[in-house]
């Protein structure tokens, strides 16, 4: 008897499996779309054990989101709604979420309990000793998302990428995070989180597929609570909320943007009370740990239109405290030092600072006309800020959002400074973070005189041309304090892109968007009494007299 019931049932079950499979499939894609996904199954296979496994599943929304999981094993929890029940006990062997800007989501092997009611879908870890719930509904025409974590060991089971490269090690986190879309599309975001190890990658410069990825930096405590609205429809952004602890940055803000893409207008408010340079540039893997680099608090208050970036009022407050002794790579600055630079067009160039080089240029020996002309063209406030000047920050991030491209980075002339001696030329949040540092350190380390002096004397100025006086030299057969006004202004329009505005003067003759330069920047000289009216027309109307070879090597 046990033989012939074995045999009915092994019957029963070949002839059952193709259309229980085949309801399978329909089940998964009906619950999928009933949320707002597509979903292909590659393959059903059911067990005898009566589990189903499925070979891959790619989910998808509209472009913006691919979940690709694969080696799914469900085992039902049978009941009379179904052949898959309200819900069923799901061991995937690895999972991918691919999301916009290159960043992908990687889930290794989990055993997950995952619940159907109506139009709502819980997904449960079954790990012991943590929790952790992703909660999806569709309430109506809108969506809710509802995410809970306790002692959730992420960075175990959840690898964060970018361009293919580790972005993060999450550690272990709790907290809460609330997403709705009502039926207009208003989005509400409320989180409220903790993580315990958070260990980012280095920032230092942009990571791309195939190339060498970053290391993560020091692992750290951080904190984040924020509450925003998102309406795309009255073009609204408010997150009257949002503090943020991490990596010896503490931060308070509130940002609102109302008008749309048309006419944004900007409200934001910043405190830090305290920033520790040396635990930030750490934790994103950018310097050892240990070394003291001071700490600074600063205040931030930024308001009108981000199309009018001149328009926009700031109010800014920041305070240094230098580390007791400096470090040693800028103490050394103070005295004669060689410079060597790593340049695309050059390779590397050396460049002696100091009186024992017949092309160092003291600042003494520069004609005033030419400092003014100098601040005035790259940094305004350069007597007023301590290394960083927050005021113009928002100004050149608005800039850029008006023009839709990097086209201004705001740096100041000891951030440039910084640049030039210590730094990569890769436009990265990393280099900015060390760019800041360091600029604080040599203004406080060197003053502002020495600071001068020895920018004048490092920049480039066209290809292989390194210094003023190389500079007077190279176009135009002078010794800096033989320039007219005209050929000073000519030389500071240089500085932001010395190779690239090669093109502008090939033939000798400035091109109309080099000569409008030289004519903003006369006129600014003109505003604030350095030139008279009668300097200032001569000076428009001077020829530059151009020395040929300045122009051979375009």
């Not at 069923?88 to 991918?96: C, K, P």
């Not at 350190?441 to 003023?468: A, C, F, M």
Request: with cysteine.
């Amino acid at each position: 008897m046990a033989a012939v019931a074995a045999l009915l049932a092994a019957a029963a079950f070949v002839l059952l499996r193709p259309r229980v499979e085949q309801a399978a499939r329909a089940r998964i894609e009906r619950e999928a779309h009933r949320l707002g996904l597509s979903c292909t199954v590659a393959g059903v296979r059911l067990t005898p054990g009566l589990s189903l496994r499925l070979q891959e599943v790619l989910l998808e929304d509209a472009g913006r989101l691919r979940l690709r999981l694969r080696g799914v094993s469900l085992a039902p929890r049978l009941s009379f709604a179904g052949l898959l029940g309200r819900s069923a006990q799901v061991t995937v062997s690895s999972a991918s979420a691919e999301l916009p800007a290159g960043l992908r989501l990687e889930l290794r092997r989990s055993d997950w309990l995952v619940e159907s009611r109506r139009r709502t879908l819980r997904v449960s870890s079954l790990q012991k000793g943590e929790r952790l719930q992703l909660e999806l509904s569709r309430p109506g025409d809108g969506l809710e998302v509802r995410a809970h974590a306790a002692s959730a060991r992420l960075s175990e089971r959840l690898g964060v990428l970018v361009h293919g490269c580790p972005l993060a090690s999450l550690g272990t986190a709790d907290g809460d995070l609330v997403v709705i879309r009502d039926a207009e599309g208003t989005v509400r975001v409320t989180a409220r989180g903790r993580s315990r190890a958070l260990a980012v990658a280095s920032f230092g410069s942009a990571t791309a597929e195939g190339e060498g990825c970053a290391a993560l930096g020091a692992p750290t405590d951080a904190e984040i609570e924020t509450e925003a609205l998102v309406s795309p429809a009255a073009g609204r952004l408010r997150a009257e909320t949002l503090r943020v602890a991490a990596a010896g940055v503490a931060a308070v803000g509130r940002l609102a943007v109302e008008g749309g893409t048309a006419a944004p207008r900007l409200e934001l408010a910043l405190e830090v009370p305290t920033v520790e340079f040396a635990r930030l540039l750490a934790t994103a893997g950018l310097s050892p740990s240990g070394t003291d680099l001071g700490s600074a608090s600063l205040s931030l208050r930024v308001s009108g239109p981000l199309l009018e970036p001149q328009a926009l009022q700031v109010q800014q407050r920041l305070d240094f405290r230098p580390p007791p002794r400096p470090p040693a790579a800028i103490e050394r600055l103070k005295h004669p030092f060689l410079c060597r630079l790593e340049t695309p067009e050059d390779g590397a160039v050396e460049i002696q600072v100091g009186p024992d080089s017949p092309d160092f240029v003291p600042l003494g020996e520069v004609p005033p006309l030419f400092v003014r002309a100098l601040l005035l063209g790259e940094d305004a406030g350069f007597y007023a800020h301590h290394g960083v000047d927050l005021a113009e920050l928002p100004v050149a991030l608005a800039t850029d959002f008006a023009r839709g491209s990097y086209a201004r980075g705001g740096s100041t002339i000891p951030q440039q400074l910084a640049k030039n001696l210590f730094l990569s030329r890769a436009k990265s949040l990393g280099r900015k973070l060390q760019e800041a540092s360091l600029a604080l350190l040599l203004d406080s380390t060197l003053g502002k005189p020495r600071q001068l002096e020895i920018y004048l004397n490092v920049i480039e100025w066209g290809p292989g041309v390194h210094g003023l006086r190389q500079a007077a030299r190279h176009y135009f057969g002078r010794q800096p304090g033989e320039l007219t006004p005209r050929q000073m202004v000519f030389l500071v329009s240089l500085i932001p892109a010395p190779i690239k505005y090669q093109r502008s003067f090939a033939d000798g003759v400035p091109s109309p968007f080099l000569d409008g330069l030289m004519a903003t920047l006369l006129a600014k000289l003109l505003a604030v009494g350095a030139l008279s009216q009668t300097e200032y027309e001569a000076a428009l109307a001077e020829p530059l007299d151009l020395r040929p070879e300045a122009t051979s090597r375009v």
